[in-house]
């Protein structure tokens, strides 16, 4: 599949990247949508972060797609929740060690949208 730019990765004759388990069809599944990128992003940003900190960092999202982003990403491993029982109640995230693995493809990625943009231009 991708052995013209030096990857020897491969599917079989008539599949589709669909139809099997692409790694990056996958990943991009686990990461894609509007809100998931920019939420990693205030996570990898600092240490730990609090709901509402979180909340105010990402511009336009409304708690009920936080809070189901949040969940996803937790899901896949990529984000850890860690609930204090106080009053008033705390919640705070942070990436994993597998969510901060990513870091780097994602600025790889950053690095080639911004060469994108100015040969756009």
């Not at 991708?2 to 669909?18: H, M």
């Not at 960092?57 to 797609?65: A, D, E, L, R, Y």
């Amino acid at each position: 599949m991708f052995k013209k730019i030096g990857y020897e990765v491969s599917l079989p004759k008539n599949q589709s990247v669909y139809e099997g388990k692409c790694p990056i069809t996958e990943t991009l599944e686990i990461i894609g949508g509007k809100w998931k990128l920019p939420i990693l992003w205030h996570l990898a940003d600092k240490k730990v972060v609090r709901y509402n900190e979180l909340r105010r960092s990402v511009k336009g999202i409304t708690n009920m797609m936080l809070t189901k982003c949040l969940r996803e990403l937790e899901k896949h491993g990529l984000v850890r929740r860690e609930q204090y029982q106080e009053i008033p109640p705390r919640v705070e995230y942070s990436l994993t060690e597998r969510g901060g693995q990513l870091l780097p493809a994602l600025k790889k990625l950053y690095e080639w949208g911004a060469k994108q943009k100015v040969n756009a231009e």
